[in-house]
């Protein structure tokens, strides 16, 4: 038995900071795309697992508390924290404030209900649409390589991991896809899921309007195909792109530049870009803007996936047989790696490095910060201001090592904690197919530990096989910043730099995958005596203030004051402007509804809609223009192009 939902759970899309990018300038001021939850509910026997993959940088954990709790009000213990899984596609271009740790919360100025409640809402609804369209049908899993669409940003730190494991895989990214293939009795398509590993940052930091980035863009691209005659994020067919292993991993295929010039950079002091000029990604279409890099890892992924799901000669299997699923709500700080020599390995309090200061590669870099990746010594004027907040001391510093320390996080405890401790890990099963749940982003290596080790226990203990699937998904259920190999580690580059509980991070987590695994194959519970804190009633709230919204006099809401003109020629790729009245889009999200619509006249005199603010041609821009009395604006855009129906 099976059921797919989906539903909307876009926030605030003005004055509140996109989550990923940390960059105190980036504030919504309006819509690309809206933002969604995909739910897959999968029942065999008296057990069920739910699957649910957001739009968003990461899963909050008190997102996921608030989930359960609403489920739990309606069906009992039916739905749980143990069999419920809430994993993420990492884009960076989603409203922030869902993440309760000080660290995270200063990269979007604060907890903001704004965004979270319906964040709630939306993936409760979507759930329970899955729950209501459970009907009995087949799932069949393929895979396929895609080229062309993701690429190494750290290929220097790769190549620290041995030689003959590296051997062992063709690329030093993972550029298989997984597709998990829904359909009902009859062979009709209700949904899929795609993993594919690569980062959600298409659309740079320059961007002011909410979007998917490229996994939404391949979520609309592929629901539209299947929903031929539904507007976007209304059709039955329900296509989640998840995320998988990409924490060294990009979408900016040609590589990085210093901006202004052709001059390539790899985030390091060595390769310092000139000037003012900054160390930028480019991504296939760069010349003609983000947008359309956007575009095109997107419909890569969804021209794959569409292939998958439409191509029976690249099934690998049809999933029977038992569901299960394992959880732990685990307390990595205080976790011993035991090896199989005797030896062992404490993990450290959470801390930031230097080289965590720099941005992404291929993003424009914090300006607050001048560090460079491959940093594993500190200076004497960083290490002072760091101390600050707090001086780490010489036990951190040497479990740390070789990663010089900008943020010791883990020792600051005012107001509260800065980065988890406790964090949710998670095994579900399906048939011979297992999915790992995981709040970090794992390196393209880190993944495939994970993944090998998971396998490797299920096969000791009988229940896996050499046809076993394991897929890596996250940042799920939480999280908790990256996941680098001991080796990567040794660089410091800037993954490395941001795995919080250090070098050992990776080895405890496959011990703990080993744990949750030889649970599931001899049938034994886990036991967690941990809980998730919640500290949202101390949080801050720094997003801009807003108050009620009024229309000009002799004006209303709606009023158009800037209307379209007559007649526009497809061949000069015009854009389409009107101008509304409006009001303060905070003040009503519109979930599961739309800022905007484009409408075709019939024959017989009616409108129908025939786009709304989902679809990737059009936008919706708001402003204040006299914010001391509640008056503001919206400019509705639609682009044309030569594929555009008309005359």
């Known amino acids: 038995m099976i059921g797919t939902g989906i539903a909307d759970i876009t926030g605030p899309v003005v004055d509140v900071m996109l989550m990923g990018y940390a960059d105190f300038r980036q504030t919504g001021k309006g819509l690309l795309q809206r933002i969604f939850a995909r739910a897959y509910v999968v029942v065999s026997g008296d057990q069920r697992v739910v699957f649910v993959n957001t739009d968003t940088q990461s899963m909050g954990d008190i997102v996921k508390k608030r989930v359960i709790r609403r489920l739990r009000d309606k069906y009992g213990d039916l739905y749980t924290e143990e069999n419920v899984m809430l994993s993420s596609a990492h884009s960076h271009s989603g409203m922030g404030g869902y993440l309760q740790y000080e660290l995270y919360e200063l990269s979007a100025l604060g907890w903001i209900e704004e965004t979270t409640s319906p964040m709630v809402e939306g993936i409760v609804n979507a759930i329970e649409r899955a729950h209501r369209n459970i009907t009995p049908g087949s799932i069949t899993v393929s895979r396929g390589e895609l080229l062309d669409t993701n690429i190494s940003r750290s290929p220097q730190a790769y190549v620290l991991n041995s030689e003959e494991e590296r051997?062992?895989?063709?690329?030093?990214?993972?550029?298989?896809?997984?597709?998990?293939?829904?359909?009902?009795?009859?062979?009709?398509?209700?949904?899929?899921?795609?993993?594919?590993?690569?980062?959600?940052?298409?659309?740079?930091?320059?961007?002011?309007?909410?979007?998917?980035?490229n996994k939404g863009y391949a979520a609309y691209a592929t629901e539209k195909h299947y929903n031929p005659e539904s507007l976007p994020g209304k059709g039955p067919f329900v296509a989640a792109f998840a995320q998988a292993n990409e924490g060294d991993v990009s979408p900016n295929t040609l590589g990085s530049y210093c901006t202004g010039t052709d001059i390539p950079c790899d985030g390091t002091y060595a390769t310092k870009c000139p000037g003012t000029s900054a160390c930028r990604g480019r991504g296939p279409g760069w010349e003609i803007g983000d947008l359309e890099s956007n575009r095109i890892i997107g419909q890569n992924q969804a021209d794959k996936a569409i292939s998958l799901f439409d191509e029976t000669s690249s099934d690998l299997m049809t999933l029977t047989g038992p569901v299960d699923f394992r959880q732990k709500l685990w307390d990595i700080t205080s976790t011993v790696v035991r090896r199989p020599d005797g030896t062992g390995a404490a993990l450290c309090m959470p801390a930031m490095g230097y080289a965590f200061g720099n941005s992404y590669l291929g993003l424009p870099p914090k300006h607050i910060f001048i560090y460079h990746d491959n940093t594993t010594n500190g200076t004497f004027f960083w290490?002072?201001?760091?101390?600050?907040?707090?001086?780490?001391?010489?036990?951190?510093?040497?479990?740390?090592?070789?990663?010089?320390?900008?943020?010791?996080?883990?020792?600051?405890?005012?107001?509260?904690?800065?980065?988890?401790?406790?964090?949710?890990?998670?095994?579900?099963?399906?048939?011979?197919?297992?999915i790992a749940g995981v709040p970090s982003e794992m390196t393209t290596m880190s993944g495939r530990r994970l993944r090998k080790t998971i396998k490797r226990t299920l096969i000791k203990h009988g229940l896996g096989n050499e046809d076993t699937i394991v897929i890596q998904t996250g940042p799920a259920n939480g999280y908790a910043s990256y996941c680098a190999t001991y080796e990567e580690y040794q660089m410091q580059r800037y993954e490395g730099a941001s795995t919080p509980y250090g070098p050992h991070t990776l080895e405890a987590y496959l011990q703990v995958f080993t744990e949750l695994s030889t649970a599931m194959a001899t049938g034994r519970a886990v036991y967690s005596s941990e809980h998730i804190p919640d500290y949202t009633h101390d949080a801050f709230n720094w997003s801009p203030s807003h108050g009620p919204d009024f229309a000009p006099l002799g004006r209303d809401f709606g009023d158009c004051t800037n209307d379209v003109d007559d007649v526009y020629s497809r061949a000069a790729k015009p854009i389409v402007t009107a101008t509304f009245v409006a009001g303060n889009p905070r003040n009503n999200v519109m979930l599961d509804r739309t800022f905007l619509t484009v409408e075709k006249k019939q024959p017989d005199?009616?409108?129908?809609?025939?786009?709304?603010?989902?679809?990737?041609?059009?936008?919706?821009?708001?402003?204040?223009?006299?914010?001391?009395?509640g008056l503001s604006q919206a400019r509705i855009e639609w682009y044309l192009d030569k594929d555009t129906e008309g005359k």
């Open 167 to 213: 051997a062992q895989y063709p690329y030093d990214v993972d550029k298989d896809m997984t597709v998990l293939e829904f359909r009902d009795q009859d062979g009709v398509g209700m949904g899929l899921i795609s993993w594919f590993a690569v980062h959600g940052v298409s659309i740079n930091n320059t961007n002011r309007l909410i979007n998917g980035d």
């Open 383 to 434: 290490d002072a201001l760091s101390g600050f907040l707090n001086m780490p001391s010489a036990e951190q510093k040497k479990c740390q090592a070789p990663k010089p320390i900008l943020i010791d996080t883990g020792n600051i405890k005012e107001p509260y904690e800065w980065q988890p401790s406790i964090i949710d890990v998670q095994l579900f099963r399906i048939g011979n197919l297992y």
């Open 605 to 629: 005199g009616t409108w129908k809609v025939v786009k709304n603010d989902h679809d990737y041609d059009t936008r919706f821009h708001w402003t204040y223009i006299a914010k001391l009395f």
